[in-house]
Structures are given as C-alpha cells and as structure tokens.
C-alpha cells in the first residue's frame, strides 16, 4: 500500500493545521490507519489512529494530543484527516501516515512560540 501524505507547515502556537493521508490500495477498514511523529533526537510516537471495530470506530490518541487534535477517516475513500488544534511548539514533528508496514513520506509540522 502506497500513503500520500499532505498537509503541514509552520504556523503559531494555538493554531490550527489539518494533515491527510490517501492510502492508494486496498486496505482493511479493521486495521489502524494513523500518524505518527518524530522529532529530533527522539523516537518515533504515535499521534492518533482510527479503525473500525465491529459496529463503531475504535480511535486511539497519545495523552499529549488528547483534547486538541481529532482523528476522522473516510472508509470509502481510504483516506484519514488529523486536524490538529491548538498547537504547541511540542507538537513540532515529522508526521508519517502509518498503515501495517507502510510508511507516507513525511510532512513537516513547525510550530512557533
């Protein structure tokens, strides 16, 4: 599976940016479809994932995103959006779409205090 990634860029403290990620391939709507990030000197992380868990969607967020960032995902289209708000110059990462084993290529998020 092949993850386009978009979205990022360098904005202020308590701004807003949205990341998406098309997933081109057949992939499981029971399955994450996520981001992480990373930054310098640090391990990759999980942000947030999204997957269909029987009747209702199962979401998972890391406890220093909870509240500000919001993970939605278009089953039909294989596509999942990371609207992420209220930004902390913390938040400042490479962000991969992340399926299974597939990797996006990355996209900057820089966030100024």
């Known amino acids: 599976v092949q993850l386009q990634a978009s979205g990022g860029g360098l904005v202020q403290a308590g701004a807003s940016l949205r990341l998406s990620c098309a997933a081109l391939?057949?992939?499981?709507?029971?399955?994450?479809l996520g981001w992480y990030r990373q930054s310098p000197g640090n391990e990759r992380e999980l942000v947030a994932h999204?997957?269909?868990?029987?009747?209702?969607?199962?979401?998972m967020y890391a406890d220093s995103v909870k509240g500000r960032f919001t993970i939605s995902r278009d089953y039909a289209r294989n596509t999942v959006t990371l609207q992420m708000d209220s930004l902390k110059p913390e938040d400042t990462a490479v962000y991969y779409c992340?399926?299974?084993?597939?990797w996006g290529q990355g996209t900057q998020v820089t966030v100024s205090s």
């Open positions: 999204r997957y269909r868990s029987g009747v209702r969607d199962t979401t």
């Open positions: 992340k399926y299974e084993t597939s």
């Open positions: 391939g057949s992939i499981y709507a029971n399955r994450p």
